[in-house]
């Protein structure tokens, strides 16, 4: 069974939108990360937050953690084609992680 | 180290039969995980290793699954008596203990027929 779940289930948007995913979870934490998957593949860690953090950004990523509301949401700016993928949330529960169903996202060029 | 290596990447079995996945992590990494994904879903946790000791399995597996880690560096899943049900995506991963982030292998497919 999965931890987290994420919203929404898809998203499609045009190349230069920016895309937002939100992720919520249900127990305590001590990390939370995101990961991206193209079909087919092996998942590909994109950032990890803390959770004495509220904001981390890594390039064209920015991820917000809010412990209270047990969420988290994941930014992607200025989207290419080439950022078409699944992006899955995970908590770090007892040394290993929890993932969530995933947002599919679709950019179209 | 090139990342995590998995083998077979394709394997088509029939029902009944028992397969075995081989995963080959980064060598530094002392911790290892398998996982399951199936489509449409994130990966589901099975089971991981610290070096050679296997921390924590799911409650959700079944004894027809087994891992073992032998000497702390690569690891191997077997499905004994395979299902239908048990076609899916077979995810390894490895990582430090601080767990800064895991790295995927590509993964190996199931298809039991």
């Known amino acids: 069974s999965q931890q987290g779940e994420e919203d929404p289930q898809a998203l499609s948007i045009q190349e230069g939108e920016n895309a937002t995913m939100n992720c919520s979870y249900k127990t305590s934490i001590n990390n939370l990360q995101w990961y991206r998957q193209n079909s087919g593949r092996g998942l590909v860690h994109l950032i990890l937050?803390?959770?004495?953090?509220r904001e981390k950004h890594s390039g064209r990523l920015r991820v917000t953690l809010d412990t209270s509301k047990k969420s988290s949401s994941l930014l992607i700016t200025a989207s290419r084609a080439a950022d078409t993928a699944s992006y899955f949330c995970a908590t770090d529960q007892g040394g290993k992680l929890i993932f969530g169903q995933g947002t599919e996202l679709s950019v179209k060029p | 180290d090139t990342g995590v290596s998995q083998d077979p990447r394709h394997k088509i079995t029939k029902r009944g039969q028992n397969v075995t996945f081989r995963c080959d992590p980064i060598?530094?990494?002392?911790?290892l995980y398998w996982y399951r994904q199936t489509l449409g879903q994130g990966p589901e946790f099975l089971t991981y290793f610290q070096n050679e000791a296997q921390l924590e399995k799911s409650r959700l597996l079944s004894d027809r699954f087994s891992a073992e880690r032998p000497k702390g560096s690569f690891s191997t899943l077997e499905i004994q008596r395979t299902e239908q049900g048990d076609s899916a995506m077979y995810l390894c991963?490895?990582?430090?203990?601080?767990?800064?982030?895991?790295?995927f292998g590509s993964g190996t497919r199931l298809t039991v027929v």
């Open positions: 060598s530094e990494h002392n911790r």
């Open positions: 937050i803390r959770s004495n953090e």
């Open positions: 991963a490895s990582s430090l203990v601080n767990n800064d982030g895991y790295t």
